[in-house]
């Protein structure tokens, strides 16, 4: 009986210092992983990749449609982050290679470094700090507040935004929020109909929204106008949804007491670039360079977040996370005591009109016993997952295989 392909024979190449909780993962399941520090770029990368079943990188290295269209191996990319766009993820997609991410494993590091700023404004925490370590004792209790009582407003109630609502209340603060969508409030919270209803209520505005056109300049002049005097501005969301020279000008004047903002319109693309900003100087204002989500605890999660996925890819054929192919969750394929269990094949193809009458037309001419089929398509490719008695697999795959609009076709045997 022919079996599914070795597992160590699996080759997996991880770039840029990938957590080893994820890398121990991928190597108890059986395959060969090979790790690098670095990020390598041209020919280094091509070389070392040429030959791989799954590569993982993170937000450092890029894989072109040049590249990818010369990694014939590769089954399936794994972006050990939130972003993907350092992949080519069109031509990854129309070569039936998933690529995998994981956008939420650093949600709760966002939400924790919300409330710490929350705290640090109300007590100009960091101003206090600054000026002790240059020798300076300023034992005032003015413009000093405690973080109980007061209404924070969220803006975005969605992974980190109904997180930070949790932790917010209970440290005895009101919480309101404004969602485009309707969102089950936690705890006590409270949704509001209306950005300026939220503005004129809120302490302390905190942004947790994506970067889309209704996003973008969502706090401007007017908005700024609209926040009661003396509160607090907090964006740790996407730099453009704040009109930054607006908000220079409402700490100039004393408007709003202050601010945090993580993520910036611009932002140098590595460590060490310079980096300018209006909001550099101004009193009472923490500026930190986008690292909301970067913990060691987010790191392990990502790690072992994408492990899974892309483990669960190679074994059971599940795309689940996918960001570029159709999405199949698939059940574990059962084996009927004292049976074998089912040929399952996975076949990427051109989602055109047609295909999988071809594929129906070669299952009931070869007799094939059909125990399970999934399918899904996404834009130009289709992925479909058939579950076969073990004696119909091969010359059904090679059906399969034949037939022109067909991508590439795998067998777990
Ligand atoms: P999410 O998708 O779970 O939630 C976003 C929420 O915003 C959704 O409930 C959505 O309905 C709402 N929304 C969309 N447009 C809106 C609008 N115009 N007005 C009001 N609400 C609107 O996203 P998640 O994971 O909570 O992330 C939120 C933001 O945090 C994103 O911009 C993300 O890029 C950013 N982020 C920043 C990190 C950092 O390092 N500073 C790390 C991780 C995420």
Redesign the pocket.
Known sequence: MKTSFPKDKIEIVLFESIHPDGVAELESTGYTVRTHKGALEGDALLEEIRRAHIVGIRSKTTLTGEVLERCERLLAIGCFC?GTNQVDLETAASAGIPVFNS??S??R??AE?TIAEIVCLHRRLTERSAAAHQGQWDKSASGSHEVRGKTLGI????????QVSVLAESMGMRVIY????S?LPLGNARQVGS?SELLAQSDVVT??????G??RG?IGRDELGRMRPGSYLIN???GT?VDLDALADAIRSGHLAGAAL??FPEEPARTGDPFVSPMQGLSNVILTP?????TVEAQQAISLDVAHKLARFVDTGSTVGSVNAPEVDLPEQPTPEGGQRPHRILNFHRNVPGVLGQIHKAAAELRVNISGQYLRTREQVGYIVIDVDPSDGEEFVARINAIPETIRTRVLW
Do not use: C, Q, W
Not at 155 to 162: C, E, M, P, R
Not at 178 to 181: Q, R, Y
Not at 207 to 212: G, Q, R, S
Not at 290 to 294: N, R, T
């Open positions: 939130a956008p939420f650093n949600t590091s966002v470094l803006v975005g109630y969605g992974h980190i935004g109904s404004f969602d485009i969508a969102k950005m942004l947790h929204v994506p970067e889309t209704t996003t969502l740790n969301a996407r949804v993580d993520v986008h690292i909301g989500g970067s």
